[in-house]
């Protein structure tokens, strides 16, 4: 059973009133020459270290048709490319250590790839300007979570969301040995 129209506005709900609720706390990311880790790390010295979710959005891409991944924020057309969260307990009731600025400033995958690292390659490879990451403190993050992933709403992932469990690694153009980590269908 695929998801309907009903399912996509929940969602798109559901991420529009969490950036409401932090009054669309973000800074903007953009593709660097150079040192791309001290960039990240200027840019997220104000977002907190507590519990929460992050989404990362990026100008709407030509020919991008799925309706879940489009956002109408403060006036302007934007294609959800990434969400994820920080802090909060796992299944077995073990407390998250990395909150919020430190996971956006963590590693990819097993690899030692920042994100930084990993956006600047994004960002070529798919021809985005800058990355509009918000953020906001949310306790527990992974009830939030469950409510819009995609995969309980059989929706197609964000470009940079890997679907859980389900990780291929494939090398791709790299700086500081960060391969590339995508999803199979």
């Not at 796992?90 to 430190?102: F, I, N, S, V």
Request: glycine content about 6%; charged content about 25%; overall charge positive.
């Amino acid at each position: 059973m695929l998801a309907g129209p009903l399912v996509v506005q929940i969602m798109q709900q559901a991420i529009i009133s969490l950036l409401e609720q932090s009054n669309y706390l973000h800074f903007i990311f953009s593709s660097v020459e150079k040192s791309a880790v001290s960039h990240l790390k200027l840019l997220t010295k104000d977002v907190p270290n507590k519990d929460g979710l992050y989404s990362v959005f990026a100008d709407k891409v030509e020919g991008v048709t799925d309706a879940h991944l489009i956002y109408h924020i403060e006036s302007k057309e934007y294609q959800l490319i990434y969400f994820g969260i920080s802090g909060g307990e796992t299944k077995r009731g073990k407390k998250g250590a990395q909150k919020l600025r430190a996971r956006i400033n963590n590693v990819v995958g097993s690899d030692s790839c920042n994100w930084a690292i990993y956006w600047n390659n994004e960002m070529r490879k798919n021809k985005f300007l800058q990355f509009v990451v918000f953020y906001c403190p949310y306790t527990p993050p992974k009830e939030f979570e469950m409510e819009i992933y995609l995969n309980v709403n059989e929706l197609k992932y964000p470009l940079l969301n890997k679907k859980r469990g389900r990780i291929k690694k494939v090398p791709g153009p790299s700086q500081a040995k960060c391969k590339y980590l995508t999803h199979t269908g």
